[in-house]
């Protein structure tokens, strides 16, 4: 193996053997950002995560980075204002290959629940917000020439702003990776069985029992975030409430220049995305009372996807895929989608620091917020490129290959991607396709495997690649 490869014995034994600074418990976007933060700050870093990275909350988001429109409504300017900032942060420094710009249409019907002088006063301060130029509104056949399958039955006009959608799962792999490029150890399937105050923690890994010694802890598990709390102290009451999130693949997209913000009520809107060539739908945002694995998509959920979508939306074609992932948001009452979005941070008696909540967009300034939390000083705020976020414009490619697999590779992996198509070099069978019907390669199969942490089939094809929407029943 060459030394970007994973070697997963040996990093069983760094667990076992090395005295860590750090130990982060979940490996979703929020503990792969604070590892990757604390790992650049100098520390020694070991980042677990008991299923497999980002197999939970940070695969199955909308796919959006964005400011939150609907959050200024909610009063949340500060949120807007920060994940803005972050936003072009990610675009332009930390994740270019993986972070891309979209416009956004906001269709406005004569039913609607807003007045076009109310969404154009409020896109113009989220576009000032956002340091865009792109306000206002647009006619009905400029729309419908954006988004060709729009409705406009009633259709007043429509509001036109910009935010930008990435590959959530392949954004926390990045992140870890920079980690491990930095010195942090770093495994997946690794469960925290035991919590051992300041002594440090024991983790259940490849059979095994190891007690790993560390400084501090950081409990980063998203929506499990209290049951690892209470590994700390069984007396500790709930923090968090949970709040479910459906999304729906169909057929579609490929002809749209633009995305749709569809309004429901004054709080609620849902997204219809173009995103990795087909048409992402969604979401719903109801309470889960249930243990965070026993989530599940309903037809009631799908059902719902899709009625809400075709308020905007026309022609829609059969649900190709699904998934749905849990939002963790501050306890209290009434209803989810009235709930802040706001980062939960509790320290417990030991000292251990649980983070939880928040927005994929601002990743990077939860990640600072919960080092800080646990007394890290001097870190710096400068956006740091991610692996394969730089030298984008002078790809040298390692075999000849058809555009549509160049730029599918330059959004998966940026100028990593002749690293990932290196043994096709020798074995020219790794060109072959994946799946049918996907752009992804047999080579990423292997790359993953042998670079990306990947054990199990489904790890390549939901979070390293996207063979998953070629639908169910697809092996490797």
Known sequence: MDECAVDRLAAVEQLASRDFDLLVVGGGIIGSGIAEAASAHGLTVALVDKGDFACATSSASSKLIHGGLRYLRLGDVGLVREAHHERRLLMHVVAPHLVRRLPFLFPLYENGPYRPWFVQSGILLYSTMARARLNGLVSVERAHRMVPQLRDEQLRSCAFYADAWTNDGRLTLANVRAAAAAGATVLNYAEVLEL????????????????????????????????????????????????????????????????????????????????????????????????PEDVRVTDEDVQQVLTEAAVAVEDLGPPRATFCGLRVLPGGEGQTANARRETVYSTGPTGMVSVAGGKLTTYRRIALDALDHLGVRG?????????????????????????????HLLHLYGSLAPEVLAPAVDDPSLLEPLVAGRPDLRVQDVYARSHEWAVTDEDVLRRRTTGWLAGSGVTV
């Open 196 to 291: 051992r105050g300041r002594e440090g923690a024991d983790v259940w890994v490849d059979g095994r029992v190891v007690s790993v010694r560390t400084k501090a802890i950081i409990n980063a598990t998203g929506p499990w975030v209290d049951r690892v709390r209470r590994l700390e102290d069984p007396s500790a009451k709930s923090s968090v409430r949970l709040s479910k999130g459906v999304h729906v693949l169909v057929d579609g997209g490929e002809d749209w220049d633009a995305a749709l913000t569809i309004s429901h009520d004054k709080v609620r809107v849902s997204f219809a995305v173009p995103w990795e060539g087909m048409l992402l739908l969604g979401t719903t945002d109801t309470e889960h009372d249930g243990e």
């Open 379 to 407: 870190l710096s705020k400068k956006p740091r490129p991610l692996p394969g976020a730089t030298g984008l414009d002078r790809i040298d490619w390692p075999v000849e290959l058809d555009a549509k697999t160049r730029t």
